[in-house]
């Protein structure tokens, strides 16, 4: 069983996650408190494996909070702020969800901590074999240009940008303009190698040179994550950390 602490300072996002501790088998709610200090007082006694933990709080912030524990317990994040995903993550939070929280991506988060806490546990769905790097190095696609036809090896592409009418795809050698929408080329590339940021901007995880609070650097270009795709990409990135 993993032995759960709950800490929001608003008592109705209490009641939601204690009753999804309560249909998960392999849970157990320990307490619950709009108490931060009564919650670091617990933890620091030792018997809990797993804080949800909300971040903003008036008495301790849960980022506070995280650095105050120093990593006697996991802890998931749980907040309607996703500003504080990355600053979490640097602090070592399992997971980040965003209110209002679904039960389907609660439960993967708990399965995410129980495949941490428990290295031979493995979770029921079956997980899709990950692509050979060899496909994607080969892999291309082709793109509509004023006056051709062109392909574009997808290992060579940097970033995308989308403008009014048109988008511009960055490789190192060249800047590519076509008509095609942001939907179209999003939806052709592999969600592995490729994620949007911004409603103007697709990255290539393998050309980011750094991530700072909410800008990507890729070579020269700064480019923003927009409040809409920020929870997604910190996901991914924390999914790519050793």
Do not use: W
Not at 51 to 73: C, H, S, W, Y
């Amino acid at each position: 069983m993993i032995r759960c602490l709950v800490v929001d300072d608003e008592p109705l996002a209490l009641h939601i996650i204690e009753d999804y501790i309560a249909k998960i088998p392999f849970m157990e709610l320990v307490k619950s408190t709009t108490s931060p200090i009564e919650a670091l007082t617990l933890v620091q006694q030792g018997g809990i494996d797993l804080i949800f933990l909300d971040v903003q709080m008036p008495e301790l912030t849960g980022i506070q909070f995280l650095r105050i524990a120093n990593g006697k317990a996991k802890v998931i994040l749980t907040t309607a702020y996703p500003q504080y995903a990355l600053e979490g993550y640097e602090l070592d939070a399992v997971d980040y969800l965003l209110k209002p929280i679904a039960f389907d991506r609660f439960f993967k988060a708990a399965q995410k901590v129980q495949a941490t806490l428990q290295p031979t546990f493995k979770p029921l769905e079956k997980e899709e074999p990950l692509p050979q790097q060899q496909d994607f190095l080969s892999d291309f696609i082709f793109v509509k240009t004023e006056h051709k036809i062109q392909k574009v090896y997808l290992h060579d592409i940097m970033f995308i940008e989308g403008l009014k009418d048109y988008i511009s795809i960055f490789t190192p050698a060249e800047r590519i303009i076509t008509l095609q929408n942001m939907k179209k080329v999003e939806d052709a590339l592999p969600e592995r190698h490729f994620i949007r940021v911004h409603r103007s901007y697709i990255v290539a995880l393998n050309k980011i040179d750094s991530i700072e609070r909410s800008r990507i650097s890729i070579g020269d270009k700064i480019i923003p994550i927009g409040d809409t795709y920020r929870d997604d990409f910190f996901r991914m990135v924390e999914e790519r950390n050793i």
